[in-house]
């Protein structure tokens, strides 16, 4: 029963963290809604993880809990690829570029 409650707050701590991601990002509609529907699984995973822990069994509740949460996981896969196709992603990939550009020039600059 311990293990249902130590995923359960696990699940719960990383819901926090990906609504909190959410609210960030304000201009990006498909990759907020990407983070809101994984928050949304994981906190269909705490509630299933909950009910085994309050020592129920499985039953059509924790099986319907289940179906949803795969659901709304696949549901952000999907909005996550939006995302992506829509170039929603386009800023992190500048700043990685940039990233690497500074590094290899740091480097060419101490192999001289």
Same mark, same amino acid.
Do not use: C
């Given at each position: 029963?311990?293990g249902?409650?130590?995923?359960a707050?696990?699940?719960l701590?990383?819901?926090?963290?990906?609504f909190v991601r959410?609210?960030a990002t304000t201009?990006?509609p498909?990759r907020?809604?990407?983070f809101? $529907?994984a928050a =949304?699984?994981?906190l269909? /995973?705490v509630?299933y993880?909950?009910t @085994?822990?309050a020592?129920?069994?499985v &039953?059509?509740?924790?099986v319907? $809990?289940?179906? =949803?949460?795969?659901?709304? /996981?696949?549901g952000s896969?999907?909005? @996550?690829l939006?995302?992506?196709?829509? &170039?929603?992603l386009?800023g992190?990939?500048?700043?990685?570029?940039?990233?690497?550009?500074?590094?290899?020039?740091?480097?060419?600059k101490?192999?001289e």
């Amino acid at each position: 029963m311990e293990g249902y409650v130590v995923r359960a707050l696990i699940a719960l701590l990383l819901a926090v963290f990906l609504f909190v991601r959410a609210r960030a990002t304000t201009e990006q509609p498909h990759r907020r809604r990407a983070f809101i $529907l994984a928050a =949304a699984a994981l906190l269909a /995973f705490v509630a299933y993880n909950g009910t @085994l822990a309050a020592g129920g069994t499985v &039953g059509p509740l924790q099986v319907g $809990l289940a179906i =949803a949460g795969m659901a709304l /996981f696949v549901g952000s896969i999907v909005s @996550l690829l939006f995302s992506w196709r829509y &170039g929603e992603l386009r800023g992190e990939r500048e700043q990685l570029a940039a990233a690497v550009r500074e590094y290899r020039e740091q480097h060419a600059k101490h192999d001289e």
